[in-house]
């Protein structure tokens, strides 16, 4: 199975966009993903759903975190901004906000979020976002010899 379908199979059980992300790499990087679970949590919704960065973007850079490590502030750095300007290339944004709203969505923000219907997953561009995320952080994983 690809990153790309462990994350969008964790975002369609009920994980939110930074954890279905960041969940992809657990096993890859030998971490307890309950812990990554917890640690990715907080950042869904574009942080704690204020609608900033979005979920599936916070969610690579844990993973790239995971993934890599020994990595330098610096390198660290490079493999996150990499990893924006494939994202941001594919879909212009790297926030919650205008990426919801890019798709139509109305967005909202306070702290309890919309129930997981059908209706939920068909109108929302997250799927898609965090399964393109995920591809985007193995693929540079790869070509940095991680996978």
Same mark, same amino acid.
Request: aromatic share 6%.
């Given at each position: 199975?690809?990153a790309q379908?462990?994350? !969008?199979?964790? @975002? %369609?059980?009920g ?10 790499f657990a ?7 309950? $812990?990554?679970? =917890? ?8 942080l704690g &759903? $204020? &609608?900033?960065?979005?979920?599936a973007?916070?969610?690579a850079?844990?993973?790239l975190? %995971?993934? @890599?490590?020994?990595? !330098?502030?610096? #390198?660290?750095? =490079?493999?996150?901004?990499e990893?924006? +300007?494939? @994202? !941001?290339q ?6 919650? &906000? ?5 798709a139509?969505?109305a967005?909202? #923000?306070?702290? *309890?979020?919309?129930? &997981? !219907?059908?209706? @939920?997953?068909?109108k +929302?561009?997250?799927? +898609?976002l /965090?399964?393109?995320?995920?591809? /985007? *952080?193995e693929? /540079?994983?790869? #070509?940095?010899? +991680?996978?």
């Amino acid at each position: 199975m690809t990153a790309q379908e462990r994350a !969008t199979q964790c @975002f %369609l059980q009920g994980h939110n966009c930074s954890q279905a992300v960041a969940l992809a790499f657990a096993d890859e990087a030998g971490v307890d993903p309950v $812990l990554v679970g =917890a640690a990715s949590l907080p950042l869904g919704g574009g942080l704690g &759903r $204020l &609608r900033l960065t979005c979920g599936a973007v916070s969610g690579a850079a844990v993973a790239l975190g %995971l993934l @890599f490590p020994h990595a !330098t502030k610096d #390198e660290m750095y =490079a493999l996150v901004q990499e990893f924006a +300007r494939r @994202f !941001t290339q594919a879909h212009h944004y790297l926030g919650c &906000r205008e990426l919801l709203q890019q798709a139509g969505v109305a967005v909202n #923000e306070g702290p *309890v979020s919309e129930p &997981r !219907t059908e209706e @939920f997953y068909k109108k +929302r561009p997250c799927g +898609r976002l /965090i399964g393109d995320a995920a591809a /985007i *952080v193995e693929a /540079i994983c790869r #070509e940095h010899g +991680r996978l």
